[in-house]
């Protein structure tokens, strides 16, 4: 309701003679931008849920590289970690093949990185681990951050949708609290586990598991 609230101030303060202050119309318009922006943010993390209780997620699931799409997605948001003075450390192993849907992989690894970014204190790094587990069928994603940890009895409803463990934070950064719940959702629907390990003082790690798609030497559509 955050959203609607902020809007319908900023309409009934216009309405009441905000219109005519030229120099106050600018802020509030940002604002009322601002909300309509997270409104619709929340409006489609909601979509995704429902979607995903139903059963009806379109996935286009094929073998991708893991670890090149990871560094993609630090790429992408390499602006914003610039701007909270946070570095990126992803580990440059060979490339880890899985069995998934490319652009439903780049939303939870932006969930992700998004999230430890927004954690991270200046001057750190998140790190990204990429790797194909021994003896397994499943490949493992990794991302940690250097942030002030989560205390114990956080832990176990990190997933929950709407779960925070600092609302006023949240409140501040415009974040709805259903990050962590759509990564869980995408990937348990691509076949994988999520989970998270954190202490207070000691960061955050927040993993994935997905299937290892195995591949031919030759790129996917070339040489059979």
């Known amino acids: 309701r955050t959203p609607l609230t902020v809007i319908k101030g900023t309409i009934e303060t216009l309405e009441d003679g905000g219109w005519d202050d030229v120099a106050g119309r600018g802020p509030l318009l940002a604002s009322m931008q601002r909300e309509t922006d997270r409104l619709i943010r929340l409006v489609n993390d ?45 580990g440059g192993g060979p490339p880890v093949w899985v069995t998934g849907d490319e652009d439903r992989l ?8 998004d999230n430890a970014i927004r954690y991270s204190p200046p001057g750190s790094a998140v790190t990204v681990e990429i790797t194909r587990q021994a003896g397994t069928t499943q ?7 250097c942030g002030p940890g989560i205390e114990p009895n956080h832990l176990p409803f990190l997933f929950d949708r709407f779960y925070r463990t600092d609302p006023s934070r949240n409140r501040q950064t415009g974040g709805t609290g259903l990050g962590l719940a759509i990564v869980k959702a995408l990937v348990e629907a691509q076949g994988g586990q999520t989970g998270v390990e954190s202490a207070p003082g000691a960061g955050t790690t927040v993993w994935f598991t997905l299937p290892a798609a195995e591949v031919e030497d030759s790129p996917p559509g070339e040489g059979g």
């Open 139 to 145: 490949a493992l994603c990794v991302v940690r951050d």
């Open 46 to 90: 909601l979509l995704v849920l429902t979607r995903a209780d139903a059963g009806t997620l379109h996935l286009a699931l094929h073998p991708l590289d893991l670890d090149g799409l990871a560094r993609d997605r630090c790429a992408h948001l390499g602006g914003l970690a610039a701007r909270a003075g946070v570095g990126f450390d992803v």
């Open 106 to 113: 780049a939303q939870v690894l932006d969930n992700l990185l």
